[in-house]
């Protein structure tokens, strides 16, 4: 009986050790919610498709200067040309250059809050300027604390919606990084399509060309999981600001536009 129950206890501390999902603090949605942002950051992952740089996210505004896009590649010529450089490839989960990545923060309701998170590529293969986001849902434990309950994932004007202990792949920031198959762990690992930038939950690496559609090549080629350096309050990105096509920013999703809360 004592080898078996301290088996069970081994088990078990094995499994604490293995996921979290941490609660956090009324509080930390307080002061703009930068702590709650840090919290719930999702991982990017960003693909490198036949032997070319993606267009990789950059800051959107400069000094309150909004930054202006380039025009669209159009999928023929290079991606990444006009864009920021992801930085040395050294094979698959290589580091990326580090870019912020703007947080708006909303409570939808007495037993949930939403953080957005958005970030800005001056083209996509379709258009001029492009803002991509993701959003984590969080809800009440029930006892005072606050956990991951879902994710939102742009897609074109759309959001895929997927319960957080669902997430494919999940880290804590603890030497875990590249761990593949973890569940229920504080910030969820997303990839973005190597062309048009939607959000994914998966990679994707039977279909590499020029496509539209949940096919879009998408793979980990470059990382980045922003801390509370390169996690800047969306407010920053102001009302009025004109992105042409991409009109799911910032600004949008504070206001009645993109509302934050009726995404999903």
């Given at each position: 009986m004592?080898?078996?129950?301290?088996?069970?206890?081994?088990?078990?501390?094995?499994?604490?050790?293995?996921?979290?999902?941490?609660?956090?603090?009324?509080?930390?949605?307080?002061?703009?919610?930068?702590?709650?942002?840090?919290?719930?950051?999702?991982?990017?992952?960003?693909?490198?498709?036949?032997?070319?740089?993606?267009?990789?996210?950059?800051?959107?505004?400069?000094?309150?200067?909004?930054?202006?896009?380039?025009?669209?590649?159009?999928?023929?010529?290079?991606?990444?040309?006009?864009?920021?450089?992801?930085?040395?490839?050294?094979?698959?989960?290589?580091?990326?250059?580090?870019?912020?990545?703007?947080?708006?923060?909303?409570?939808?309701?007495?037993?949930?809050?939403?953080?957005?998170?958005?970030?800005?590529?001056?083209?996509?293969?379709?258009?001029?300027?492009?803002?991509e986001n993701s959003i984590v849902i969080w809800n009440g434990d029930g006892a005072g604390g606050w956990k991951r309950s879902g994710t939102l994932l742009g897609w074109h004007s759309g959001w895929d919606y997927i319960a957080w202990g669902d997430i494919q792949n999940t880290v804590n920031n603890d030497g875990d990084l590249f761990d593949q198959g973890a569940k229920d762990r504080n910030h969820a690992k997303v990839y973005q399509g190597f062309y048009y930038h939607a959000t994914f939950s998966t990679r994707k690496t039977s279909l590499n060309t020029c496509a539209n559609t949940r096919d879009e090549f998408r793979s980990n080629d470059w990382y980045f999981l922003p801390d509370g350096t390169w996690l800047h309050n969306g407010d920053l990105i102001q009302d009025g600001w004109d992105y042409g096509s991409a009109d799911t920013n910032p600004s949008s999703l504070r206001n009645e536009a993109r509302w934050i809360c009726n995404r999903g």
């Amino acid at each position: 009986m004592y080898h078996k129950t301290l088996l069970v206890g081994v088990l078990a501390a094995i499994a604490g050790l293995t996921s979290a999902n941490d609660a956090i603090p009324g509080n930390a949605f307080e002061n703009s919610g930068h702590e709650a942002a840090i919290a719930g950051a999702p991982m990017y992952h960003f693909g490198r498709s036949w032997d070319r740089k993606p267009c990789y996210p950059e800051a959107g505004q400069n000094d309150g200067v909004k930054t202006d896009g380039v025009d669209s590649d159009l999928c023929f010529s290079s991606q990444n040309g006009g864009c920021a450089d992801p930085g040395p490839w050294n094979g698959v989960n290589s580091p990326g250059n580090p870019f912020p990545v703007y947080y708006t923060v909303r409570q939808c309701n007495d037993n949930e809050w939403r953080v957005a998170y958005s970030i800005y590529y001056k083209k996509d293969s379709g258009h001029k300027n492009d803002w991509e986001n993701s959003i984590v849902i969080w809800n009440g434990d029930g006892a005072g604390g606050w956990k991951r309950s879902g994710t939102l994932l742009g897609w074109h004007s759309g959001w895929d919606y997927i319960a957080w202990g669902d997430i494919q792949n999940t880290v804590n920031n603890d030497g875990d990084l590249f761990d593949q198959g973890a569940k229920d762990r504080n910030h969820a690992k997303v990839y973005q399509g190597f062309y048009y930038h939607a959000t994914f939950s998966t990679r994707k690496t039977s279909l590499n060309t020029c496509a539209n559609t949940r096919d879009e090549f998408r793979s980990n080629d470059w990382y980045f999981l922003p801390d509370g350096t390169w996690l800047h309050n969306g407010d920053l990105i102001q009302d009025g600001w004109d992105y042409g096509s991409a009109d799911t920013n910032p600004s949008s999703l504070r206001n009645e536009a993109r509302w934050i809360c009726n995404r999903g």
